[in-house]
């Protein structure tokens, strides 16, 4: 037998997913009393996993109906490592086609919010350019800087639904209204220091950031930002991106 033979017979028979043909021995590896125990232990384990990666969707839907829902995913799509924290990077996406959750159009949008914030908490750390730092530079050098997105920042849009105000409201705690405006909005997700932290970021933002993200110079950035708004106020929004330290300097700029 190939290890990858067994690997994957191992796996079906834990998760129970029936993706590989049983065997002799896997169907014995089945009926054993222990295995049983140790598959409920593995599959609570992602469940409770998923729970805690995504506690705004839980909040929404209920704890049966989520754990419920996990279950189905994490069979489908059991871990790949032993890193738990990192496990559910496609739950947003298949709660887009999961047929339970057809009637919350917008639960997708803030699992995406709450893998973002995960992304977010997980990744490396960088020193952030802040008003002091802006305030250094020459004005005639500041059009042609290439600033980068910080590696933790991230800035999701949902063009359907007011998905971060829902979202936000329930990260912090507060009622939500009894006529929310379903329009299309977004947030800025940000880790400079210890603790993620987010604030709601337009579409010129959102521009301003894709461009960074792609290299291009602060001034082509900001004139994507005027051509997604042209009323955009590009010194309150640097403002605010800066307070956030949603920006870096790449390293040939560092110093």
Not at 139 to 160: I, K
């Amino acid at each position: 037998m190939q290890l990858t033979e067994f690997q994957d017979g191992f796996s079906a028979a834990l998760l129970g997913t029936g993706r590989a043909p049983a065997t002799a021995w896997s169907a014995a590896l089945e009926a054993q009393p222990g295995f049983a125990v140790y598959r409920n232990t593995v599959l609570k384990g992602c469940i409770d996993a998923l729970q805690a990666s995504y506690p705004t969707v839980c909040q929404l839907v209920g704890e049966d109906w989520f754990r419920a829902a996990a279950g189905v995913y994490a069979r489908a799509r059991p871990p790949r490592d032993g890193l738990l924290m990192d496990y559910g990077a496609g739950f947003g996406g298949f709660l887009a086609g999961f047929e339970p959750a057809a009637g919350l159009p917008y639960l997708p949008a803030v699992a995406r919010l709450d893998r973002c914030w995960t992304e977010c908490h997980l990744a490396a750390d960088a020193t952030a350019v802040d008003r002091g730092w802006w305030a250094r530079q020459a004005p005639g050098a500041l059009p042609g800087m290439r600033l980068r997105p910080h590696p933790a920042a991230r800035w999701p849009w949902c063009d359907e639904h007011s998905a971060y105000a829902l979202w936000q409201r329930h990260r912090d705690g507060l009622d939500i209204p009894t006529h929310l405006a379903w329009v299309g909005d977004g947030g800025l997700l940000t880790r400079p220091r210890a603790e993620v932290a987010w604030r709601p970021l337009s579409r010129a933002g959102m521009a301003l950031l894709d461009a960074c993200a792609g290299g291009l110079p602060l001034e082509a950035a900001a004139t994507c930002a005027l051509a997604t708004d042209p009323a955009t106020d590009l010194a309150a929004l640097m403002g605010a991106l800066l307070d956030a330290g949603a920006l870096v300097q790449p390293p040939s700029q560092t110093g």
